[in-house]
């Protein structure tokens, strides 16, 4: 009776094993915590969902969408899925939506502080203030990035130039390679992959 | 008239691609290739309105087993993305340098896949003499003393459904255990999702 009760409850155990659209074999969902704000990774559940939404648009105009190249320089490491995530777990710095603030406000994927790439396209005080605020020095125009946090910048997906561009611009100002990171995917292939979103509430209007 | 047609004709075989809303880079729009016999022109759907539908539209992917896949297969295998396909394509594949394998089973490669691929299914991997055959083909020789000669191995390119798929790593890793060089291996993680999800030409086997 015994080992039928324990045939029993391992035969439902594995059934509910194999409903679950896990991580990794290891990792069935991530916690992490942002700005004192707890963040929940997981991926969608259920067995035939679908992206119905735009970013399961193929065709992007060009200009200004290209196909990016897998890599921005040789020495940025670019990210999938499973980096960004180790990234945000062991907190290893900044995870940047670079797009434009209304893309922001839409979705985002957890985690991610949202800084407009064109912030970083030109010598401007709002860049001066971010990159301080990362870590950097300036001297007398002379930017030092000794101290300065690791970044992993992402956008749109595989065909939005928007993070690679700010990846250029920080190089041309001498932000280590080494400190940046890049997520080609972006939010299309988050969710292509079956991650959820983020949708951030809008605040109560007074 | 017929000289009308031809100049016609002519005009569209000069501007082909030129005048392309969708492009796959700023300065690529298609490249020719030939699969089983017949010329395809790789290009993007020029439908703005086009969206990814059917199966590589799926987001619930059950984990075990479709489980997210890290960004590299190992440090000495090269992990790439479209452009580089694209590239290796034109560069390798239409100067017999190289071939792009696609490791899904036969009932999948015959559904669609990425214009010029080989079928090589992973499940082919456990199979020693079906293995040998494949270094055959894919160039590597037998020395008069037994052992392999790997010098003429040409270049692979090896992908799968996508990046939640791991048969890509099984059968490069059973290249490896035969011998083949990692250099000559370039592991496309983002696989025939991603290839759709941008609009990239597919073709079906009749």
Redesign the interface.
Known sequence: MKNLQQTVLFFLLSIF?????????QKSSVTIEVDGKEHIIK??????????NEF????????P??????KVSKGVD??????VINFLENKEGVFIDARLKSWFEKSNIAGSVNIPFKIFLSDNDKRDNILIKFGAKKKKGVWDFSKVKSILLYCNG??CGQSPAAIKALIDIGFPEKKMKYY??GI??W????FTVNVPKKEATK | MKLILSIALLFSILSAGKY???????DMSYVFVYHKGHAIKIH??????????GTY?????????M?????SFNDKIE??????VVKFIKNQVNNKKGVVIDARPKKLYNQGTIPSSINIPFSLSKNTKAMDNILTVLGVTNNSNGTLNIEKAIEIVVYCN???CSKSKQLITALLKKGYPADKIQYY??GF??W????LTTVKTK
């Open positions: 094993a194999l409903a679950q659209n896990n991580i990794t074999e991926r969608v559940e259920g067995k035939e969902v679908y992206l119905t399961s648009l193929t065709s992007r105009p060009s200009p969408f290209y196909i990016q190249p897998f670019t990210y999938g899925e499973l980096e595989a065909w080609r995917g299309q292939s969710q292509l992959v079956g | 392309d809303k969708v492009k796959i880079t700023e993007r759907i020029q439908d703005i309105q086009n969206h990814l539908t539209a799926k987001i619930s992917y059950p984990c075990p087993g489980c997210i896949q890290p960004i992990t790439i993305g479209e452009v580089e996508g990046p939640w993680r983002g999702q991603m759709k999800s941008l609009g």
